[in-house]
């Protein structure tokens, strides 16, 4: 019989981590590969079900240190009896009870680093390293691998690069048909008779999006939309934004706005360029990968994980993180691009997400990772 490959994360609400899992639960399946997962619940547990994946709800989400060790106990009891033969975690918090469960059963385990945590106090820094006391360590960029080695001192040998993936499938500008397009423009207000410029990610300072509408005042084109999709904004935030749109010209339309995620390749797919001004550095990018998926050239600040992402002049651009002249030229370049020299970019930018940041290169790695161990 085969052995069943368990998931261990916080929960399964709306992220990038709990959306890893189900496309890992996914390709296992495909694959015919017994998995189950185990998380405090949440609306994603339905793509589970529906998929014909078990989910075991725990309180694994719990920093309660006598609530982490009951929950290894439990764990134990369902990788016993669902026959688990590796155990992959991909929170801190729950990586201390899988791996007091790892300990006890004897049934090995991973842990995927998505973030670069803190490690102040000094506590944290023991807290964090749970994640690298398993068999090995998943790291889902170059710069996290990085991170895990300069401050744990944790061997290369040990870390495993796995870039998160674009679903090739639904950000593909083939499946765009120009009168659902041209209705959705319609629906939400954006002109198509000018540029659009597009951030995508939840409005924060720390996303940058009043770096942007700054960089707006000092572009050379004037006659443009620029759309910022990631829902509300916290008050003092939301005026910061505002203060900010008031000073840009009255040709400049700047449109905020919160779509599902089933709307998001749409929104690339009405967009020019697309921006990511993160000013802490990005894991991932997966933003990054998904328009580029969408033929669609990025411009983004050159630090984290869109540094490994994007080659700088080929599929993309690159700006020195905060620079707010260099980036209205950058976006100003783009616009000015040759339809030519563009469409040849926006290939360029396919053809790398196919290859190194797609789902199916994230699953194919992942699931060779848990054979390697499993053997």
Not at 156 to 177: C, M, S, T, W, Y
Not at 181 to 205: C, E, W, Y
Not at 343 to 364: D, H
Request: hydrophobic share 40%.
């Amino acid at each position: 019989m085969k052995k069943t490959i368990m998931q261990v994360l916080p929960s399964l609400k709306q992220g990038g981590v709990e959306t890893g899992t189900i496309e890992i639960a996914s390709a296992l399946q495909r694959k015919k590969i017994p998995n189950i997962v185990v998380s405090n619940g949440g609306a994603m547990v339905a793509q589970l079900k529906k998929m014909g994946v078990t989910h075991f709800q725990l309180p694994v989400h719990s920093k309660n240190p006598f609530q982490m060790w009951l929950n290894s106990r439990k764990l134990i009891k369902i990788a016993r009896e669902n026959n688990v033969g590796l155990m992959h975690v991909r929170s801190r918090a729950p990586a201390w009870s899988v791996k007091w469960a790892s300990k006890k059963s004897g049934i090995p385990f991973i842990a995927s680093y998505h973030g670069m945590y803190g490690i102040k106090p000094a506590v944290k820094k023991l807290y964090n390293r749970v994640m690298l006391q398993g068999k090995c360590t998943i790291a889902v960029s170059e710069c996290v691998k990085k991170h895990l080695m300069d401050t744990y001192q944790y061997p290369a040998k040990k870390i495993h690069v796995i870039h998160r993936g674009a679903d090739l499938k639904r950000f593909n500008p083939e499946r765009i048909q120009t009168d659902e397009l041209i209705h959705f423009a319609q629906k939400n207000h954006i002109p198509m008779d000018k540029p659009v410029i597009t951030l995508v990610g939840r409005l924060s300072k720390l996303k940058g999006q009043n770096l942007l509408l700054q960089a707006l005042s000092k572009m050379k084109h004037t006659e443009l939309t620029c759309l910022l999709v990631g829902g509300k904004a916290k008050p003092e935030y939301e005026k910061l934004l505002q203060d900010e749109i008031q000073k840009l010209p009255d040709t400049i339309t700047v449109r905020t706005l919160s779509v599902s995620p089933q709307e998001i390749p749409m929104i690339y797919a009405v967009s020019d360029v697309v921006v990511s001004t993160s000013i802490v550095p990005e894991t991932f990018g997966r933003t990054i990968s998904e328009a580029n998926a969408m033929n669609r050239v990025v411009v983004a600040f050159n630090h984290g994980g869109p540094s490994e992402i994007i080659l700088d002049g080929q599929t993309g651009f690159l700006t020195p993180v905060a620079d707010i002249l260099t980036l209205a030229k950058k976006l100003d370049k783009v616009l000015d691009m040759k339809p030519q020299d563009k469409k040849k970019m926006e290939k360029l930018a396919r053809e790398r997400t196919e290859a190194l940041f797609s789902i199916e290169k994230m699953c194919e790695t992942t699931l060779n990772l848990y054979k390697e161990i499993l053997k």
